[in-house]
T-cell receptor, first 113, second 112 residues
Framework: EAQVTQNPRYLITVTGKKLTVTCSQN?????MSWYRQDPGLGLRQIYY???????DKGDVPEGYKVSRKEKRNFPLILESPSPNQTSLYFC????????????FGNGTRLTVT | DQQVKQNSPSLSVQEGRISILNCDYT??????FLWYKKYPAEGPTFLIS?????DKNEDGRFTVFLNKSAKHLSLHIVPSQPGDSAVYFC???????????FGSGTKLNVKP
């Protein structure tokens, strides 16, 4: 089944404790991206990647890191999480095509205390 | 500054009637528009899209209308069903830019 898989689904952590949220897709998509969803703000892009070893900042990259060592994986790293990073995070992927929609994972609910 | 706006946070409709969800955008360079549906505890799923060269696209009960002069997008669901109850996001993309801009979502409740 074609899908984007994120892990974990739920994560509670404390300020400053490094964490990684994994994302994997099995559709051979070149493009991958991370979003956060906050009430009243919709989905805001954190980072994106056009292909292996190519990453770029989105609208809200502060406090996050990403890597794209393999085409299928795009982990999101929070080196020193803070409470304002408490949010719902989505990974997404698509083909590099002007008419290709994004496919989303099921989300990771992160709480930083 | 949000370039895609959904000004109605919620909408309630009776089963069998039409649901109309609206979306406005500010960037005239957008050329591809999409609607996503999101159920609780799931990721957004792609519903329907429209290119800027069209003004209407239909897929079963779902129709998207695009009014470029007004920079306005709408999604019509006819007839509405209780299973359509979800949050709907509109999104826009600029040609050759791999960046999607999302609205804040409209929560649709279809009452039986």
């Amino acid at each position: 089944e074609a899908q984007v898989t994120q892990n974990p689904r739920y994560l509670i952590t404390v300020t400053g404790k490094k964490l990684t949220v994994t994302c994997s897709q099995n559709m051979n998509h070149e493009y991958m991206s991370w979003y956060r969803q906050d009430p009243g703000l919709g989905l805001r892009q954190i980072y994106y990647s056009m292909n292996v070893e190519v990453t770029d900042k989105g609208d809200v990259p502060e406090g996050y890191k990403v890597s794209r060592k393999e085409k299928r994986n795009f982990p999101l790293i929070l080196e020193s999480p803070s409470p304002n990073q408490t949010s719902l995070y989505f990974c997404a992927s698509s083909l590099i095509d002007s008419q290709a929609p994004l496919h989303f994972g099921n989300g990771t609910r992160l709480t930083v205390t | 500054d949000q370039q895609v706006k959904q000004n109605s946070p919620s909408l309630s409709v009776q089963e069998g009637r039409i649901s109309i969800l609206n979306c406005d955008y500010t960037n005239s360079m957008f050329d591809y528009f999409l609607w996503y549906k999101k159920y609780p505890a799931e990721g957004p799923t792609f519903l329907i899209s429209i290119s800027s060269i069209k003004d209407k696209n239909e897929d079963g009960r779902f129709t998207v209308f695009l009014n470029k002069s007004a920079k306005h997008l709408s999604l019509h669901i006819v007839p509405s069903q209780p299973g359509d109850s979800a949050v709907y996001f509109c999104a826009a993309r600029r040609y050759n830019f791999n960046k999607f801009y999302f609205g804040s979502g409209t929560k649709l409740n279809v009452k039986p």
